[in-house]
């Protein structure tokens, strides 16, 4: 280390699975994560006062998403086409996709994973969208 320099800063962040976030109780309406049953995590990435983690579970984001990958979602950011996006439906489905087009009406998004299919989501049963702004892999 150079001498009178600070060590580097770590972040710590809110850690959920992504099979708890679909349950009700761990995110305000805003999608901002609240209540208690979350773990924290250190990050190498700068995060923001307001980022999470989700672990994914299972093989359903394959192949760019492994089961036990840390994705750090950013519910404030700005998001557009070709951004990985995390969304959660009011009927509880929690889902990473890529965003392929947001209107007034209705979000479409493409799947990670070939085996799923693609979905379009009337904007009235969007609880809320949040982009992925690191991944650990």
């Excluded at 699975?17 to 209540?35: E, K, L, R, T, Y």
């Excluded at 093989?59 to 950013?74: F, Q, T």
């Excluded at 070709?82 to 799947?111: C, F, H, P, Y």
Aim: hydrophobic share 45%.
């Amino acid at each position: 280390a150079v001498p009178g320099s600070l060590p580097p800063q770590r972040f710590s962040v809110p850690l959920l699975g992504f099979a708890q976030a679909g349950a009700g109780g761990f995110f305000d309406d805003a999608g901002f994560p609240v209540g208690q049953g979350w773990d924290l995590i250190e990050l190498p990435a700068r995060a923001t006062e307001t980022s999470y983690a989700l672990q994914v579970q299972g093989d359903s984001m394959l192949p760019l998403y492994r089961n036990g990958d840390v994705l750090i979602v950013e519910p404030g950011a700005a998001t557009r086409k070709g951004d990985r996006v995390v969304v959660k439906t009011n009927a509880g489905e929690v889902m990473a996709k890529v965003l392929e087009r947001q209107t007034a009406k209705s979000i479409m998004l493409v799947s990670l994973n070939p085996d799923h299919p693609d979905r379009d989501i009337p904007m009235r049963d969007v609880e809320w969208v949040a982009r992925i702004v690191w991944a650990s892999q």
